[in-house]
């Protein structure tokens, strides 16, 4: 059975390239558009994988992340964050969001940023389930 | 009601990263999300004059540059632990702003005034009119001090509350209660009519300027039992004019209002105070608007 990966992104093009990406190499895409979808869809799926956009309506990829990695049911999802937000933004608002919420969340399992070919793309995916 | 969310809406030219750092003081006053949105106006990118079409690759274009904007905002306000969302849409102002109300459920809207032609506003209504007239959350419509082009630093740090006593003013008065952390001081005027001290008598026309001096003095009680420095001042004449004298004279950081309730046609041709000032003021303007059914209750 194909392995099933969610995509969040709220940009239309975004989700083509990936859904195609991912249909051709036999994997089973879902899409959400934005953070609380997105949500809603990991909770109901269980996908084997998230690529998660950061910049998005109704709930950023941050806070999806970090609701992710801290919920015992949903933690081993691994997560490839896609985004146009650079690493060091996002590693730095990790580390603020950590002392406010008292709590340290893991790093991304793969950050990726916009764009990449559907190589690099397809290599992260099989990195991280095959 | 607390100001948690905002809703931030550019063209890039009127309001860009200088005036979103200038309200991050809200901070104190419990804001933690800022969403972004740019409307790329259906004329922009439309295959023919009135067509349904769009142009895709325009489209592309101007999303991108929107998006890169964003990205780089974004980027800012992330690294502070702060919550933020973006839309990038193509169509109409209003409907677009009022639809990511719907979907995002913010406290404030805040967006740059109208740069509709006076002719077109007349015809087809200001963009802030029209946000004002539908919105069901308050506005800031933020002016940069237009001819030195400079952003208040703190916006809400000295606000001018021009109140009528009306509900909607007192729905004002409610909120900028909930903004104790941010406010420094407010200074609070109301404007009587001349007409209302047409009277042979010294005795009435002082009676008249003690009483509303002594509902402003209440006010003011009201709002220092919060913490909240306040000043009152009658003003008499045309109220759009003194409310910008009084502006000026008490180096006021913003204008609030509450909005009124003319019907829209009355609004277009007859104008409003509110519309008024919103358009013409160089002062950035917090509008509440009024809402039917809630606003009675107060």
């Not at chain 1, 036999?26 to 953070?35: E, F, K, R, S």
Request: aromatic content about 6%; overall charge neutral.
């Amino acid at each position: 059975m194909n392995k099933k990966v969610l995509i969040v992104d709220d940009d239309d093009d975004v989700r083509t390239f990936l859904l195609t990406v991912l249909e051709e190499n036999n994997y089973t895409p879902l899409i959400a558009h934005d953070g609380i979808e997105g949500k809603d869809m990991i909770e109901k799926h269980k996908p084997d994988l998230v690529i998660l956009d950061v910049l998005m309506p109704r709930g950023s990829g941050i806070q999806l992340f970090r609701k992710l990695k801290t919920d015992d049911s949903l933690k081993k999802i691994p997560v490839i964050m896609f985004t146009g937000i650079s690493l060091k933004s996002f590693l730095r608002s990790q580390k603020v969001l950590d002392e406010f919420q008292n709590g340290k969340v893991p790093k991304p399992d793969i950050y990726l940023e916009k764009p990449v070919e559907p190589e690099e793309l397809i290599e992260a995916i099989q990195k991280k389930i095959g | 009601m607390k100001i948690k969310k905002l809703l931030f809406v550019t063209k890039f030219e009127d309001l860009c990263f200088d005036t979103l750092s200038s309200l991050l003081n809200l901070r104190k006053a419990d804001l933690e999300h800022v969403v972004f949105l740019n409307v790329i106006e259906r004329d922009k990118v439309a295959m023919h004059r009135g067509g349904d079409g769009f142009l895709k690759e325009e489209t592309v274009k101007l999303k991108e540059i929107a998006n890169i904007r964003f990205i780089d905002w974004a980027e800012n306000l992330f690294e502070m632990g702060m919550e933020v969302g973006a839309y990038m849409e193509v169509g109409t102002l209003v409907p677009q702003i009022l639809n990511a109300v719907e979907q995002e459920k913010p406290d404030l809207i805040v967006i740059g005034h109208s740069h509709k032609s006076v002719l077109k506003q007349l015809y087809s209504g200001s963009d802030i009119t029209e946000l004002i007239r539908r919105s069901p959350i308050p506005i800031l419509v933020f002016k940069h001090m237009e001819k030195n082009n400079i952003v208040p630093e703190e916006p809400f740090k000295n606000p001018l509350f021009a109140t009528n006593w009306s509900s909607t003013s007192m729905k004002a008065a409610k909120y900028l209660k909930t903004l104790k952390n941010v406010v420094g001081k407010i200074d609070i005027m109301h404007v009587t009519s001349e007409k209302k001290l047409k009277s042979s008598s010294t005795h009435d026309v002082q009676k008249i300027r003690k009483q509303e001096r002594k509902k402003l003095d209440g006010l003011c009680d009201d709002f220092e039992e919060y913490d909240i420095d306040a000043r009152a001042h009658v003003y008499i004449g045309d109220p759009v004019k003194e409310i910008e004298k009084a502006a000026h004279e008490y180096k006021a950081s913003m204008i609030v209002m509450g909005s009124s309730k003319k019907s829209e046609l009355a609004e277009r041709w007859m104008g409003s105070i509110t519309k008024t000032i919103a358009d013409k003021s160089i002062f950035p303007c917090l509008l509440i608007p009024y809402t039917k059914n809630k606003d009675k209750k107060i």
